[in-house]
């Protein structure tokens, strides 16, 4: 009932910027929560900036206010987490998570039931 599909990573030197994108399909609902979350090795998953559809509230790590944006193409469905001045501390897998409403725009890994495979980024 929901499909995320990623894309956007790559490898950028520190200070570069990176745009995220997040193919969204969801069939059971009209209203959903969008999160972004990375991992890097041997690191837990971090919540990196969530919304939601039904008030626009967006959340932002402390670690990425004012670096990264999310956004969104609603006639493509398509999420974007715009990445500027990124740090190596940047580097990890970035994951799309969803959830159907009732939902918040929270930063928890649990409270999203459905996962994208991830891209890559590499700050170097």
């Known amino acids: 009932q929901v499909q995320l599909v990623e894309s956007g990573g790559g490898s950028v030197q520190a200070g570069g910027s990176l745009r995220l994108s997040c193919a969204v399909s969801?069939?059971?609902?009209?209203?959903?929560?969008l999160g972004w979350f990375r991992q890097a090795p041997g690191k837990e998953r971090e919540g990196v900036a969530a919304?939601?559809?039904?008030?626009?509230?967006?959340n932002y790590a402390d670690s990425v206010k004012g670096r990264f944006t999310l956004s969104k193409d609603n006639a493509k469905r398509t999420w974007y987490l715009q990445m500027n001045s990124l740090k190596p501390e940047d580097t990890a897998m970035y994951y799309c998570a969803a959830d159907v409403y009732p939902c918040g725009s929270v930063l928890v890994d649990y409270e999203y039931p459905y996962w994208g495979r991830g891209t890559q980024v590499t700050v170097s």
């Open positions: 919304t939601t559809t039904t008030d626009g509230s967006t």
């Open positions: 969801v069939s059971s609902a009209n209203d959903y929560c």
